[in-house]
């Protein structure tokens, strides 16, 4: 699943979650430190894996 990072605009705090594309789309994040919705996501880097071929 997707990691998404997200600043709180009320405590400032930064934060990760991890949700399903479909949970994404709702829009329902909300700060783990002060439990408001007033966030923004953040732009940052992404991995992928992928499998080796022997």
């Known amino acids: 699943m997707p990691t998404y ?5 009320t405590c400032k705090k930064l ?3 991890v949700m399903s594309i479909s949970e994404y789309e709702k829009g329902k994040v909300k700060c783990p430190k002060c439990g408001k919705g007033k966030v923004k996501q953040q732009v940052t880097t992404f991995q992928t894996k992928t499998s080796k071929k022997s």
């Open 5 to 9: 990072e997200y600043l709180c605009t």
């Open 15 to 17: 934060f990760t979650t």
